[in-house]
């Protein structure tokens, strides 16, 4: 399986009218973008701007006009980060970037954007859990859960288990 083909399986949340590009294409220019340096929906704009025509050519798109900040912001807040994460997961599993004795470190991050009743003792957000291969250096799984549903630490157990790898020296902290 190749990066684009798991990015291929995320559905699509925008109605089909008005589609320019395919989901897959604005995933790969937002992942592109991130292993360029640019963060956030401006810097994704700077860098589809400033690559347009040399992507568009290179993916094949019939028109070199890529997203601008206002579409790619609306669209991320639309997508299904789960399905994002389990699809970038599947296609790591495919390629063998985990193979026994690698060493791994877990580590799990709260989005401060996701916040809901901040100045509560119940604070609610979204939760990454990353599994990063030290040797190479990538992520080589990610899942996403909501803080007052579930436990980093089963999250961590799920992602190993969906893994299948045995041999690996895993790190937490």
Sequence with gaps: MTLIEALQ??????????RRY?????LLL???GTMSGYRGYRGFARFMERHQ???????GLPRADL???STIQRLLNQIDFAAVAAAFTQWAQAAGLLQAGDACAVDGKGLKNTVTTPHSAEQNFV??????????GVVVAQAVFDNGQESE????YQLLEQLQVSGVNVSLD
């Design 9 to 18: 399986t995320i559905p699509d949340p925008r109605s089909s009218l008005g």
């Design 22 to 26: 395919p989901l897959w294409v604005f």
């Design 53 to 59: 025509g040399h992507l568009a050519e290179r993916l």
């Design 30 to 32: 937002v992942m592109l």
């Design 127 to 136: 939760n990454v859990v990353s599994m990063f291969q030290l040797q190479q």
């Design 153 to 156: 630490i089963n999250v961590v």
């Design 67 to 69: 997203p601008h900040y």
